[in-house]
């Protein structure tokens, strides 16, 4: 019982260091949420959205349903495979596509809006990233957390849109 215990532990923490230092945990969008983040979308009129740190796909699933051509990027593979499962079951596999991989070394420069649930200390690096990266007059929708040279265009009690 004992190996068994031990060996649970050491499979939580590579999972740890694997995706915990990549990036932010798994912490689903509740429904208020992205039901903002959803209502700001639809203003923008969007063309290819990508949602970074996909996780379970909710967002993904929601925009998708709406009609929107949408991506997600995760990174923990076990999310991917839960996502990828879930797109299917609702018969959404040709607007919406999960890919397994990390968000900082993935180009978002085809998208014209991002939306992203993340944790507070990335979010510098992030707003570098996609500054460098996306075209001018693409958007940004960021649930909760803010960029800090960033100024939204729209907030909301839990959604925060910006312009490139």
Known sequence: MFIIIVAVGVIILIALLLFGLQGPPFVASDDDSAAQMIEMIGKLKPHHILDMGSGNGKL???????????????????????SRRSIKKVGLQDRATIKWGSFWTYDVAEYDIIVLYVIKHIMPRLEKKLQAELKPGASIISNYFVFPNLKPIKSTSRAHAYKI
């Open 60 to 82: 993904v699933i929601l925009l998708a349903a709406k009609g929107y051509k949408v991506d997600g990027i995760e990174l923990n593979p076990l999310l991917v495979w839960r």
